[in-house]
């Protein structure tokens, strides 16, 4: 536990911002701590509520057999165990990124990729840890993540409901946040399938979010209004630096567009139903219609369908109500383009 735990955000309720945006800093810092920093930065620049990196020792995460993914070989890279070593942060690397995050008060997140990793890990008191997507089908280390008491938030690219549910079983008692995913870096527009967000939360009634690896600044928004209260968006210092997740990022002046257009989507989402709003008041009561005199009416006169009409404001008799004058006589002289005083007739029953 570190000196700061005092001032970790870990007690503010998750997803208090809606949506919760975490920058996901992943590897983009290229294994230099100092970059690490400065992309904490901008992400606290460019209104993200949590920074996440990620907790693997190379030589403990891959075997023997261990092969590139598509992707990352068409990055250029060569050999898994290099490219991993090349951007691991150490321990030492990540308790500064944190502490950074930290001072600009953000939530700070990690993602452990081995059982044997929680331990220390939360030596460091992070205030949420995250499984990767093929993790989801890793008992162990779902099992450790559960065991800490934080917050945990599983990523489900590539999974079907039915491993979903499974892993549930398995941290039974946790209620995780879950994030809708698809793991394809970058994900193409045709394929984030944000439909995904609905089926997770219909299904497990938790809270719900988007891993979002497209590339486009919109993404967020639309999964804010498929019901998306986390997002998640990998951030870089550029799209085209060398290494394997950069190409799937957007660059700090994106990400704070992003977050931008994510949060005007929640505002404009609203609360659920259909009802009139306060800032309608003015427009309903001045454009809406009431019961009016069509022409000069004289005194006693029997009104007929043709003396009436329904005019603006709509302060008087609702004009769904026009039918009821009908036959009523005039008490008074009734001026024409005038709204219907209902104390100026008589109705027909008053007149027999």
């Known amino acids: ?35 690490a920093e ?25 075997s023997r057999s261990a092969r590139l993914a598509a992707y990352q070989a068409a990055s250029g890279e060569q050999e898994p165990i290099a490219m991993l070593e090349r951007l691991r942060l150490d321990p030492d690397g ?19 990729f081995s059982p044997e990793l929680v331990e220390p890990a939360d030596l460091l008191d992070w205030d949420h840890y995250k499984t990767a997507s093929p993790d989801i089908v890793n008992r162990p280390l779902l099992e450790a993540l559960a065991s800490t008491g934080s917050p945990l938030i599983i990523s489900t690219g590539g999974a079907t409901l039915p491993e979903v549910r499974r892993a549930l079983e398995w941290i039974e008692g946790v209620r ?14 045709d394929s984030a399938s944000l439909g995904g967000i609905d089926a997770l939360s219909s299904e497990f009634g938790l809270t719900v979010g988007y ?19 986390v997002l998640e968006k990998h951030l870089t210092w550029s799209r085209d630096a060398d290494g394997p997740d950069h190409s799937a990022s957007i660059d700090p002046d994106g990400f704070a567009r992003y977050v931008r257009f994510a ?30 005199i069509l022409r000069d009416i ?26 009821r004058f009908i036959g009523c006589r005039a008490m008074r002289p009734l001026e024409g383009g005038t709204l219907l005083d209902p104390e100026s007739v008589q109705s027909p029953e008053a007149m027999s």
Not at 40 to 58: I, L, N, R
Not at 95 to 111: I, K, N, P, S
Not at 279 to 291: A, H, I, K, N, Y
């Open 1 to 35: 536990m570190t000196s700061d735990a005092a001032h970790s955000p870990r007690d503010m309720p998750f997803g208090s911002a809606d949506p919760f945006v975490i920058a996901e800093i992943g590897v983009n810092h290229d294994g230099d701590p100092a970059r």
């Open 94 to 112: 990540l308790e500064r990124a944190r502490a950074r995050a930290v001072e600009h008060g953000l939530h700070t997140v990690v993602t452990v």
């Open 263 to 292: 949060r005007e989507s929640r505002l404009m989402m609203g609360a659920p139903g259909k009802r009139p709003l306060p800032v309608e008041c003015d427009v309903m009561t001045s454009s809406r219609q009431s019961v009016a």
């Open 298 to 323: 004289p005194e006693g006169h029997v009104i007929a369908a043709g003396d009436l009409t329904t005019m603006r404001p709509g302060t008087g008799v609702p004009a769904a109500s026009l039918s």
């Open 38 to 62: 400065a992309l904490v930065d901008a992400a606290s620049e460019a209104g993200a509520d949590a920074v996440k990196f990620q907790w693997f020792e190379p030589r403990r995460l891959l």
């Open 211 to 229: 891993s979002d690896h497209t590339v486009s600044i919109h993404a967020g928004g639309l999964a804010v209004a498929a019901g998306a209260r």
């Open 176 to 189: 995780p946040t879950l994030l809708h995913c698809v793991s394809s870096y970058p994900t193409p527009l």
